[in-house]
């Protein structure tokens, strides 16, 4: 990867391999009002998967260490 958010020195995989807590937030843009949860917490999963010419996505999983806070739930 080239962008710096992507690399093993400063972004998402140096962060799985270092423990580093963020703050992260999920959205869901296909419902109404675009429902959110914010929470810190750090990567305990890290799993890139790519089809040959296609972008590569990762499949994250993330450890909750404090308050989550739900915005524009119905």
Known sequence: PEHASQGAT????KDFQDGTVRNWRVEWPQFANTPTLTFPGFLTGWEPSSAAKELISVAAKL???GKTVATNFA
Do not use: E, F, N, S
Not at 10 to 13: D, F, I, N, P
């Open 10 to 13: 400063a972004g998402l995989l």
């Open 63 to 65: 450890k909750v260490t």
